[in-house]
């Protein structure tokens, strides 16, 4: 059978759709011996944690909405990241966040890997690790709420980890076990303005 494949982009995010065949999770698994370790272990995570992905391809699987997140995406290509130490982005989870453009550049000085989508009012962060990304969009909306500057919000990051690392208990637990701040509920998109 030929599959067709069609692709739909939405902002930063795309997803390929199979017809004629399904490349869905109740499927069989695909083999993720290619892919980097740390792909292959944020993998068994999310799987053990919130079951199958909803779908897989050759070099994504992806989930919808698990947990607080609206979807994760696990890639088969790393990204190199070096902070707040070296390690893979192989993980993307998204969230619904108004984020005011006035922010953008802090958040950018903050992070690299923390995403903003203004569209469509979202923020994602991209690390190896769930408790990584929880630790990342927290100090991102603390940022946002003036709750604490860019090199304060870097400086926890970094530490918080290296306890992690370490296997010790960060300084502030919450900021790695899930998001210490109520996701909106509400459409929050902004459009913009036609000029045509």
């Known amino acids: ?16 759709v199979l017809f004629g065949t399904t490349a869905f999770a109740q499927d069989a698994m ?10 292959q272990d944020a993998a068994k995570h999310m799987m053990d944690t ?7 391809t050759d070099t994504m699987l992806i989930w919808g909405k698990t947990g607080p997140w609206k979807r994760t995406v696990i890639y088969s290509t790393a990204t190199t990241h070096m902070f707040p130490v070296k390690h893979d ?8 966040l108004d984020v005011p453009p006035d922010y953008f550049d802090d ?9 903003v989508n ?9 690390c190896d690790k769930e408790a990584a990304n929880f630790l990342a969009i927290n100090l991102a909306h603390d940022i946002i709420n003036n709750v604490r500057t860019v090199e304060e919000a870097r400086q926890f990051y970094a530490q918080t980890m290296k306890a992690v ?11 790695v ?20």
């Open 1 to 16: 059978m030929t599959r067709k494949t069609n692709l739909v982009c939405t902002g930063f995010f795309a997803v390929s």
């Open 30 to 39: 695909p083999d993720l011996s290619g892919w980097p370790q740390s792909a």
């Open 50 to 56: 919130y079951g199958k992905p909803a779908e897989v």
């Open 89 to 96: 982005d192989v993980m993307q989870q998204w969230i619904d």
């Open 107 to 115: 958040l950018a000085h903050y992070d690299g890997s923390v995403v």
């Open 118 to 126: 203004r569209t469509e009012a979202e923020m994602s962060a991209r």
């Open 165 to 175: 690392m370490e296997g010790g208990k960060p300084s502030d637990p919450a900021y």
């Open 177 to 196: 076990e899930g998001l210490i701040f109520e996701v909106p509920k509400e459409d929050l998109s902004n459009p913009d303005k036609p000029l045509l």
